[in-house]
């Protein structure tokens, strides 16, 4: 029995394959990711967060960024390319943005999860950002109505910080006057 091989596509050949669909494509090291199409539900969470960022961010260091937006994740410690899509970035290092995506890493990270891609956010993507140094990611989950945060520790590892079920506030750490209420986010 023969097992099948991963295909891997250079850079190239992924923002070639990206200009001729309409789905949201993302590449870890020569792999191509699909994202699923938001639901109406994901949009209005997604749409709910930016809102309160954007009002939060304006004319200060950091901007927020949502999907489709590339990111494309780079480090002095880890090899190969990581074009990314999240659903909302903040971005305080601005050294990175381009004309079409940001080249560095993030300082905020915000995943809505689907029942197609929860496994991709909740171990892939969670491990991704914690490698490339992604200080706080938060993971929204519109199927439960809950919001799981993560910070950067000084040994590079992730610690959940907060998780918040249905009700109540939940508050980033990195930005501090980034407080959620749930009630009004579900």
């Known amino acids: 029995m023969n097992i099948p091989k991963e295909s891997y596509i250079s850079l190239d050949e992924f923002y070639k394959l990206r ?22 539900k994901h949009q209005r969470i997604s749409g709910r967060l930016h809102a309160q960022l954007f009002t939060l961010l304006d004319g200060g260091d950091c901007e927020v960024f949502h999907a489709p937006f590339d990111v494309e994740l780079t480090s ?4 190969g390319t990581k074009v990314i899509i999240p659903d909302l970035s903040v971005i305080c290092d ?9 080249v560095g890493v993030p300082t905020l990270i915000i995943e809505i999860i689907s029942p197609s891609n929860q496994s991709h956010d909740l171990v892939f993507k969670l491990n991704l950002y914690m490698q490339y ?4 990611y ?6 439960l109505n809950t919001v799981q945060v993560y910070t950067l520790e000084n040994d590079g590892q992730y610690r959940q910080m ?13 930005l501090p006057s980034f407080k959620v209420n749930l009630e009004k986010l579900f």
């Open 19 to 40: 200009d001729q669909t309409k789905n949201l494509l993302e590449y870890v090291d020569g792999v191509v990711y699909m994202s699923p199409s938001p639901s109406t």
């Open 76 to 79: 002095e410690k880890m090899d």
């Open 94 to 102: 601005k050294t990175g943005l381009n004309e079409d995506n940001y």
């Open 133 to 136: 140094g992604v200080k706080e």
């Open 138 to 143: 938060w993971i929204v989950n519109p199927l």
């Open 162 to 174: 907060d998780i918040a079920k249905q009700s109540g506030t939940i508050q980033s750490a990195v």
